[in-house]
């Protein structure tokens, strides 16, 4: 199997345990991710590379982020993921990139990113919800980071915590290869959602009534899938299809 057809096969899984962890049938999924029936069942089949628009609705119709959509199971305690293997979800033309590496368990949901900013590279993020607390540490090279017309420059052996409210901008003005890891922690608001929201799908799954989309970190319009947004990794940078963008990772 390809790594492309193992990652179409882990997404359609993920989709599928969900949608049936939340009673729901492929009619209600479709209809609330707005998609036909047909492409649902060949998403969770693992015959279709679904656009980053498609999963996009289909995790807020899941009430779940991003990452869990395309992030492998682990029935162990630990789990261990190797940089190089995680998914590319932002690269500039200077060879700059970001990796998803790792999203704890519901209803945290904290990410685990590793940047690499080349020399010359910025990246511009946008507003989170209130509450968003993003923290940074450098590993070689240094970073400037900006928020608020507020300038703050990291090198390597410091760390920084940003109110990702505000938007921030992340710049190397160095000569050299600025990597950091990224921790991006919703708000306490958000996770709560999530928590009324699952318990409402568990009571709903006794009545047969559809699961309740969660708005908990919708920010955007449809057209961009919000959990990236939030990110401050915009949908318009990342790859077309999902699958395409891991098996390039």
Do not use: C
Not at 12 to 27: E, F, K, S, V, Y
Not at 68 to 95: F, N, T
Request: charged share 15%; glycine share 12%; hydrophobic share 40%.
């Amino acid at each position: 199997m390809s790594n492309r057809d193992t990652i179409a096969a882990t997404v359609g899984g993920n989709i599928r345990g969900l949608r049936q962890d939340r009673a729901l049938t492929l009619t209600e999924l479709a209809e609330q991710a707005g998609i036909s029936v047909r492409t649902l069942v060949e998403i969770e089949g693992g015959r279709a590379n679904a656009s980053l628009a498609t999963l996009g609705g289909l995790a807020d119709a899941l009430g779940v982020d991003f990452g869990r959509l395309i992030q492998g199971g682990e029935s162990r305690p630990s789990r261990i993921v190797h940089i190089a293997d995680a998914a590319v979800l932002w690269s500039d033309g200077l060879g700059s990139e970001a990796r998803h590496l790792l999203i704890s368990r519901e209803p945290q949901s904290v990410e685990l990113l590793q940047w690499l900013l080349k020399p010359g590279g910025s990246y511009e993020a946008q507003p989170d919800p209130d509450g968003t607390d993003i923290l940074l540490s450098v590993s070689s090279g240094a970073l400037t980071l900006t928020a608020e017309d507020h300038v703050s420059q990291l090198t390597a052996g410091t760390a920084g915590h940003i109110v990702s409210s505000t938007g921030y901008t992340l710049a190397n003005t160095g000569q050299a290869d600025a990597v950091f890891t990224l921790v991006h922690i919703p708000p306490a608001a958000a996770r709560a959602r999530y928590t009324r929201t699952v318990a409402k799908s568990q009571g709903n799954a006794l009545s047969g009534a559809g699961f309740g989309i969660l708005a908990g970190r919708v920010l955007g319009s449809g057209k961009a899938y919000v959990a990236l947004t939030n990110r401050g990794i915009p949908i318009e940078t990342v790859n077309g299809r999902v699958a395409q963008a891991l098996a390039d990772s």
